[in-house]
């Protein structure tokens, strides 16, 4: 066999939403991808390296399907204000100053670095308006291993005049030739998707050109959606035509189906946005942490798992104060019990399995076979080494992940993505 | 001066809750005790040792007051059920191990070695019902340094048989017992604190023996409060002729006032239960990990803080999932965000100041004067190396410590108690 090695330990993921499946054995790599899971190896494999990982967990990648690269810089801070005001205040002011080439180098690897050393093996990214900064993001990214889709932003609207593309026909020019600068650079994990921050910073006329560029390139995209009261309000004044919030992106054809879409939030999603995100495959990127330091709200993300909506979980940095995943799964059960207690007692709230599910199988069908240890899946795994959650207690392998999510002390001691090794 | 030295770096603390006050100079210890703040030390003491402390932060050390130690050997597992039914599948059967004092040593001398590691230095601690094992859990505290009241369980009804004190007379005889032991004992900074587990656990008949032993004794309490709904409804199917929750304790003269009190949770408290905390001056132990993990609800803390309640921190472990107060003070400021959305706009949520605050001055107050930087008060002082939370920019002591609350990657560097360094 070609370019194989295994993995040998306790290897756990998530088949069903809500299940933990856990083995002990040998996890095969092939060619990137996984091979198969053996108790032992079979005589056909024998001779193989093999990785003894002792009695550390061997965990799908996980995949982060929502967060701001160069809010980076100010993650943790700044939680005093609601999404609008927070924007204007904090956010516009520093992504602003992506437009020097130079501090964007340097931030993005402080970021990049730290991506590497968290469980994250793929993300979906938004970073700014400026097409050369957003590459150097990308080559970091890439030149790291992981995989990810990166945006450069598209805003023409509502935004300060220096941090703003100006017109519709400009921001066109300047997408398009980025997504040329991106063809060029044949990057090997890293792809670019349309981002147009959300429908606040976009004239109809930049949708519309964004929707031709999203057909001509078969780019996918990512954005926004209900996320706030005031924003909702806001777009339903922006645009009074749309029959509601999805469709002020939907109508330009940028709203899942052929146009493959991530939609951070979906707090207050009327009906129609919900049965129109189901119909079109939008996926949805749950951002828990976020939501409450933003002061958004809970999305129902028990109720769209449980009815077979595409959904996963999203950092949101910097709303969200931190790039772990762990960290967002644990949120997520915390949030939802709130949510239970307040809002709807109509869903039980998610469990940690639902969580582990979301971070990895849920979020990785963005990213095609991500996320489950099954034969013809990417072979993204870490290694987690949490050595220091270690007590007098023996811990089955759920309750270990749920230690790793409440107490945020493990550490990633090996990482793949497609099979190569980058941490 | 005798015993005195000085921390010298960039002193951080709260006397006024909500805002943070930030030195850079030399913190004088003297006799256990702060003896002063200088920007450069005075003449009379030149010469006494100094440790320059960096860039590091230079905290009170925090006051935790309320967390249940046997149970962080589950920590931050069974996050499944809500707290009644939490209590009879985890609790209880957990609890009740630590008859056999060999387990109680070697489970708590997990728990002393984290307790130590964090920002901690002083604690209000429920054990268990046995006597013996709680002594030891307040010797191994006590020999690292740590300040703490230390409560044995009482308990008489609703609890399993072999976790039961049996009657009221076996209770109060095993408490005196217990007392006399800690007596005799003599430990520095650990000391005894009545700890009736809450009304449920509590015959009426006990919980008078319980308050005469505390005039007896002029011994402190610990207990909890309006929690959870259906704690608050069976609170009045087993007392229905007290007012209320709280008045189930203070008619026995258990709820501030002669006997110094500390109520955890205090979520859902009718005004009359409020106003009886603040003539009482009973100390309310805030804790929204275990509010949230035990899906009990969002406690009003910052009504309660601003209306001059005596209020600090509790980290709950394990209905809490963690003994780290900057979780703790993340997620107060992050719960009383979704408080604000869901349940009550008349209070804007907290702020990291006022988080800190609670942590650090306001819990501290119940443990004498601890918990600011000003002369008198006991000298107890962490030093923080947030140095991993480090990135291109500049982020001033208050960002530095909001950083240090939600990216959780900073280190106990050194921990003084009284002046005496324990770590």
């Given at each position: 066999m070609h370019a194989a090695f295994a993995l040998k330990g306790l290897v756990v993921d998530t088949p069903i939403a809500g299940e933990i499946r856990t083995r002990e054995g040998y996890l095969v790599c092939e060619d990137g991808l996984v091979e198969g899971f053996y108790d032992s190896l079979p005589g056909r494999l024998s001779g193989i390296p093999v990785k003894d990982c002792g009695g550390r967990l061997i965990l799908p990648g996980m995949s982060d399907l929502h967060l701001h690269a160069p809010q980076y810089s100010y993650c943790g801070t700044a939680m005093d204000l609601e999404l609008l005001d927070w924007l204007e205040r904090y956010t516009y002011p520093e992504e602003s100053r992506y437009a020097d080439l130079d501090y964007a180098r340097k931030s993005y690897a402080f970021f990049t670095r730290d991506l590497l050393h968290t469980?994250?093996?793929?993300a979906a990214i938004f970073a700014t308006i400026h097409p050369e900064a957003t590459l150097e993001l990308m080559r970091q990214l890439d030149e790291a291993g992981l995989g990810a889709y990166v945006g450069k932003l598209n805003m023409d609207r509502n935004c300060p005049e220096h941090y703003s593309e100006g017109s519709p026909e400009n921001g066109a020019l300047q997408t398009r030739r980025w997504l040329e600068m991106c063809r060029e650079a044949g990057f090997a994990r890293v792809f670019p998707i349309l981002t147009p921050r959300f429908t606040p910073s976009v004239t109809d006329a930049y949708m519309q050109k964004i929707g031709e560029i999203s057909r001509e390139y078969g780019a996918a995209m990512q954005s926004h959606l209900s996320e706030n009261l005031s924003e909702i309000e806001w777009v339903k004044s922006l645009c009074p035509d749309a029959q509601n919030y999805a469709d002020t992106y939907a109508r330009h054809?940028?709203?899942?189906?052929a146009c493959r879409t991530i939609m951070a939030h979906c707090i207050y999603c009327p009906e129609e946005e919900d049965a129109l995100m189901k119909r079109n495959g939008v996926f949805i990127a749950h951002c828990p942490t976020s939501n409450e330091n933003v002061i958004a709200g809970i999305a129902p993300a028990a109720r769209y798992l449980r009815n077979g909506y595409e959904i996963g979980l999203g950092?949101?940095?910097?709303?969200?104060?931190?790039?772990?995943l762990f960290a967002v799964m644990a949120s997520a059960v915390q949030v939802s019990k709130l949510r239970w207690r307040y809002?709807?007692?109509t869903e039980k709230p998610l469990t940690m399995a639902e969580a582990l599910y979301m971070a990895t199988a849920g979020g990785g069908r963005f990213f095609g076979?991500?996320?489950?240890?099954?034969?013809?899946?990417?072979f993204d795994a870490v290694v987690v080494d949490d050595g220091a959650t270690r007590n007098l207690r023996e811990f089955s392998a759920p309750e270990r992940i749920e230690r790793c999510a409440y107490?945020?002390?493990?550490?990633?001691?090996a990482k793949y993505v497609d099979g190569c090794r980058i941490l």
């Open positions: 469980t994250t093996t793929r054809g940028l709203f899942g189906g950092s949101d940095v910097a709303g969200g104060h931190t790039l772990n809002v709807d007692q076979r991500v996320g489950l240890f099954e034969p013809g899946y990417c107490l945020l002390s493990s550490r990633v001691e």
